[in-house]
Each structure stands twice: as structure tokens, then as C-alpha cells.
């Protein structure tokens, strides 16, 4: 079967100054292993020493980058037109730079196992050196992210966070450590990748990601792993990167499952071109309110950062237009096939967001002013923890409903409570009516989200004299009873 | 005197190229050569899409390629080659430079000393890949 190959200017005194030739085969490596035989010098200017394609040549199948289909394994029907489109690179960098990159006797050592492979050697790994990573956050995915790209030699890493170490994070985030609970996550964060490598230049940046902020965090940095945990700093994360052209090494986890991919390179997709809207505000639960296995961001983490490395080293296939699904409980890896939307309002052909936007109105979050003047008049069905203990206390008739998960039931519980899962609420209706009418109501879950929606559900099935017990049980161990573990 | 290129390019062009360098820096910029009739007529600027540092990388992506090449039939001219700025080094091509070169193209590099476009040179990849050619750019004013 013969395909028509398009060849581009430099390269058509090869083949006799022809713009497109014929060539044959079933794939695309057998139509350019058949070009470069009839015309010899096309294989040194295509081909590098090794034998893969050279980084600059693109080759095309139609309008499709072969690195989004098959490779030079892509199949050819007849018809497909193959385009040679190069890439045109280059730039100083060898006087300074690279000298100022040089590898010390130490740094060699250290580095060896890269040094011997190809795919990095002393090149790739004073690309490394020269390279800027920003993490955003120092948790989970955030933890096992900067350290791998530390001991990899990554040269300088900059870190967003503004937490404290809480020690409910040491099941996951390995960069802290015990001693370092109540410690600045950065403080502890800076002490674990200077000790693990003090090449590292660490900068760290202890403020919330915002939209006044982020471009210039970013502005710096060569690569931005996305290592956040909800949906508003996300959209932001994608947002910036998009805007500023920086690619986004991206990672999400949660309970058992996680996914990763690379956006916002030139022409690959972005978050948005995956998940256009955020979903509904309370409907995915975080990782504090659904749990997550402690390991899996390791697995995750792990990835942004196999994918910020080979991303700074032009090495192997990118993870770009592909989601990676990985699920921890079955061992098992899935991979869906992404694509720029054209109609993306922030990387299509014709973006509608040019700057960043208020990401918590995005999402649906109301900012706290808006969201105590929503709840005003709502006061009524809200109970603090005092009000519930002085209830208790003086035996007053309520039905005190506890709409966690069993396994939080086996954590801790209030006294007198019942339990009744936030998912087996309506269900429960018709029996919660009927105890409704011999005494009031209090929900409670962890931290108040949860049994807020609850309350929601149960005033819209017409029961009005149930409240939300503000903070959960959490407020309630804080408040009244200290000797209840808390999770 | 190495056998390179004997560039003629219009002054238009040149001035494009500083106007772009100087606009750039402390980037690199980079952009297209269009000739006519053996005289480069127009020098293109193109985004610096590199995820590398862009102070002393520049990359023009197949999507850029292929826009030169389209601009290039709309004025009825040839891509020829390609110029990018140099921001505080001389205007000779580095190694990276070499590596990734294309043959049969003109590679013009303009230096840029503290903002401000100082040498502008022109080059060719020897058949061979081994090294670069220097030609000589000869600037002409549009008559």
C-alpha cells in the first residue's frame, strides 16, 4: 500500500526537491524505514544515533502527532497522508548556563546510576540540575513528589504550603516526620530534602495558592506538580499553568483510587478539556472526610514526578492526552485517551478565560462573609456542642442521629448516639418522621458538612425541628470530651 | 573564509528581528525567514513555545512550523531558515544549537547585550551534522 509522505523544505534537496513521495508500508515505521532507504540522507537528519526518531522531527498521520497514537507502530490506511514537520530548537545556553550546571566529583557519585544510562547521562543530568520544579503542597502527593525529584538532583524545588503537621498526616505525607508535628509543614519539609540532598535548593513559599499569587509563584519554574487536595486550588493549578505555558504534572487520590496525566503542554490537554465543571460542592467527599490509603500517594506522587523528570530530560513518552487510572484495592492500572477540546474556555482555539478567575465561586464554595449571611437566618437549625452537652446532661427528650461511616462509628462515638449513614438517610425518612414528633433532632458527623446535608434532606422531606451540630464530633472532643481519640 | 550562505536580507527584516529580540530579552525570541527571488523579504515572529528556560531556549513547535510555512504561501515567499536571539552571549550557535539543527536552513542569531540587539550573524548545518557554516548576510534596502 502506498501513502503519500509530505516532505518539509529543508529536507526536499533529499528527495529531489519534491514536496510529497510515495512510500510503502502498514505502518508508519515501515513508510520511513522504505523513505530512508530510497533516499539515504534523509536517515542522519531524521534519526539520531541510536536509532529513534530525532526529538525535533514530528511526524503526522493526517492531523494526528503519531506520539498521540501509536508511534511509529500507528497503522496506515490507505490514503493516510504522513507529514515530516519539524520542531526548530536551540538557544544559547553552552557558554554559562551549562558550565554553571557542571557536575561536581560528588555529584557524580551520587548520580552514577543515572550517568550510565543514556536516556539521562551527564547531559540530562545537568538538565536536571539546571531545572526548576514547583510542588504544590507538601502533603501526600506533594511528599513523595519532592523527595524523588530531590534525590534525583532536580536542582532547584520550590514548595507552596501554609499547614501545620498534623499527625493524622504522618500515616501518608513522608515528609514529615513524628518529632515535627505542629511544626510548618515547610520547616519540616525543607529539613527532609536537605538532608536526603543539600545540592537541592529548596524555596519555599508559605502562603495559600490564590489567584493574585500564582502566576508569579509559577512564572519561575519549569514544571508545576499539582499535588493539592481539592477542586478550587486544582482549577487554579490548571488555570496558571495554561496561561503561563508551563506543563502541569497532575495527580488525585483518593481512598483507594488515583489517577494522573500531564496538561497544559502546548497542544495536549488540559484539566478542564477532562472535567469542564467541578462537581457539586459536598458531593466528593476529601480525603478528611473519605479516608484514603496511606500508600497510594506514593504510588501517585511518584508518577508526578517520574513525569516532571521526564519532562525536564525530553525522555520517553510524556503523559500527555492520557489519564492514568490506578486502582490500589484491585492492583490495577487503566488508561483513557484525553484530548485538547477545541471549545475549552481555557486552553481551546478560543479561550474565554485569559486570567484567573475567583476559583471558590467557581466551584461553588460561598467565601465566608457570603456564607454567614446565607446562614443567618438558618442559626436555628444549627446546635453547638455546649448546647447538645447541656441537653444530654439534664436528660432533655432528642434523638441524637450520627450520620458517619460504621468505621468512623468504631472510631469514636458521642454517648446516646445512633447511627445512620449519611447514604441510608432517606431511607430512614418515614422512621425519623415519626421520632421527630416525640422529640427534636441533632445531627452530627465529623466536621458538620456531612449532617448539614442531612439536615437539608430531612427539612425538605417537611422535618423541622432537626439541627446540625456544629463541627462535628470533632468540635466535640475539642470542647467537651478530650479523652475521645481523634481522627 | 568557510563556504556557508551568501544571505541577502532586506533591512525591514533586520530591524523585525531586532525590534523582536529587544522585546524578548531577557527571553530568547524566534521566528521565520521568508525569501523571495534569493532576498529574504520578511522575518516572521513566532512564539518561543519552550518548556526549558526560555532565557536560553527557544523552540518553535510543528503548530508554528507549519504557520510559517502557510504564511510563506500567502506571500507568495520560500521558508528558508530561521532567527532566534542570543540574550547576553555572542551570536555563534551553541552545541544545542547543533543538535538540533536542520539542514538546508538559514539560521540567523542576533545577540542581545543587556536589552539591547547588538551582532547579527547568519549559518548553515554542514551536510554532515558536525558543525555549523558561517555565511555572510548582506542587508538591503528596499528600493
Known amino acids: 500500500m502506498a501513502n503519500r509522505v509530505l516532505i518539509p523544505t529543508p529536507l526536499r534537496p533529499y528527495t529531489g526537491q519534491r514536496e510529497a513521495v510515495e512510500a510503502d508500508g502498514r505502518t508508519v515505521g515501515e513508510v520511513l524505514r522504505n523513505l530512508t532507504t530510497r533516499y539515504a540522507d534523509l536517515q542522519r537528519h531524521l534519526y539520531a544515533d541510536n536509532g529513534n526518531l530525532r526529538s525535533f522531527v514530528n511526524i503526522y498521520v493526517n492531523d494526528e502527532d503519531i506520539r498521540y497514537l501509536s508511534r511509529e507502530d500507528t497503522a496506515l490506511r490507505d490514503g493516510d497522508v504522513i507529514s515530516i514537520v519539524p520542531s526548530v530548537a536551540g538557544g544559547s545556553g553552552a557558554a554559562t548556563t551549562v558550565e554553571s550546571a557542571e557536575l561536581t566529583n560528588e555529584e557524580v557519585q551520587r548520580y552514577s546510576r543515572h550517568l550510565i544510562m543514556p536516556e539521562v547521562g551527564v547531559e540530562g543530568q545537568k538538565k536536571l540540575k539546571a531545572a526548576r520544579v514547583l510542588c504544590i503542597g507538601a502533603g501526600g502527593l506533594g511528599s513523595p513528589a519532592a523527595l524523588y525529584l530531590a534525590a534525583a538532583g532536580v536542582g532547584t524545588l520550590g514548595i507552596v504550603d501554609f499547614d501545620a503537621v498534623d499527625a493524622s498526616n504522618l500515616q501518608r505525607q513522608i515528609l514529615h516526620g513524628t518529632p515535627d508535628v505542629g511544626r510548618s509543614k515547610l520547616q519540616s519539609a525543607r529539613d527532609r530534602v536537605t538532608a536526603l540532598n543539600p545540592n537541592v535548593r529548596v524555596e519555599t513559599f508559605e502562603t495559600a495558592l490564590t489567584s493574585k499569587n500564582a502566576l508569579d509563584l509559577f512564572r519561575d519554574f519549569d514544571v508545576i506538580v499539582d499535588g493539592t487536595d481539592n477542586f478550587a486550588t486544582r482549577y487554579l493549578v490548571n488555570d496558571a499553568c495554561v496561561i503561563l505555558g508551563k506543563p502541569n504534572a497532575y495527580g488525585s487520590i483518593f481512598r483507594f483510587e488515583g489517577q494522573a496525566s500531564v496538561f497544559a503542554t502546548k497542544g495536549g490537554p488540559c484539566y478542564r478539556c477532562l472535567y469542564p465543571e467541578p462537581p457539586p460542592p459536598g458531593l466528593v467527599p476529601s480525603c478528611a472526610e473519605g479516608g484514603v490509603l496511606g500508600v497510594l500517594p506514593g504510588v501517585i506522587g511518584t508518577i508526578q514526578a517520574t513525569e516532571a523528570i521526564k519532562l525536564i530530560l525530553g525522555a520517553g513518552e510524556p503523559l500527555i492526552g492520557r489519564l492514568l487510572l490506578y486502582d490500589a484495592l484491585r492492583m490495577r492500572f487503566r488508561e483513557l485517551k484525553l484530548r485538547r477540546d477545541a471549545d475549552c474556555p481555557v486552553c481551546g482555539d478560543h479561550p474565554t478565560v485569559r486570567e484567573l478567575i475567583d476559583y471558590d465561586q467557581f466551584c461553588g464554595i460561598a467565601k465566608p462573609a457570603e456564607a454567614r449571611v446565607a446562614a443567618a437566618p438558618e442559626t436555628e437549625s444549627e446546635a453547638t456542642v455546649e448546647e447538645l452537652k447541656a441537653s444530654l446532661d439534664h436528660g432533655e427528650p432528642l434523638l441524637l442521629i450520627d450520620v458517619r461511616e460504621p468505621q468512623e462509628w468504631q472510631i469514636c462515638r458521642i454517648p446516646g448516639a445512633k447511627l445512620i449513614p449519611l447514604g441510608q438517610v432517606p431511607a430512614h425518612i418515614e422512621e425519623l418522621r415519626a421520632e421527630s414528633a416525640e422529640r427534636p433532632i441533632v445531627v452530627h458527623c465529623k466536621s458538620g458538612v456531612r449532617s448539614d446535608r442531612a439536615v437539608k434532606l430531612l427539612q425538605q422531606a417537611g422535618i423541622m425541628n432537626a439541627r446540625n451540630l456544629k463541627g462535628g464530633i470533632l468540635a466535640w472532643i475539642d470542647r467537651i470530651d478530650r479523652s475521645l481519640p481523634k481522627y | ?143
Open chain 2, 1 to 143: 573564509m568557510t563556504v556557508g550562505c551568501a544571505t541577502v536580507i532586506e533591512e525591514e527584516a533586520v530591524d523585525e528581528i531586532r525590534r523582536h529580540a529587544a522585546e524578548a530579552y531577557p527571553h530568547e525570541c524566534c521566528g521565520a525567514l521568508l525569501e523571495r527571488d534569493d532576498v529574504i523579504v520578511e522575518a516572521v515572529p513566532l512564539s518561543n513555545t519552550t518548556i526549558e528556560e526560555a532565557t536560553r531556549r527557544f523552540l518553535v513547535s510543528p503548530d508554528e512550523y507549519r504557520y510559517a510555512e502557510k504564511r510563506a504561501r500567502e506571500r507568495d515567499a520560500r521558508l528558508v531558515g530561521f532567527y532566534h536571539s542570543h540574550p547576553d552571549h555572542p551570536a555563534r550557535p551553541s552545541q544545542h544549537d547543533l543538535d538540533h539543527a536542520w539542514p538546508n536552513l538559514t539560521y540567523v542569531i542576533v545577540s542581545v547585550a543587556a536589552g539591547t540587539p547588538a551582532d547579527i550573524t547568519c549559518w548553515r548545518l554542514r551536510e554532515d551534522r558536525t558543525a555549523f557554516d558561517r555565511g555572510d548576510l548582506t542587508w538591503r534596502t528596499e528600493s
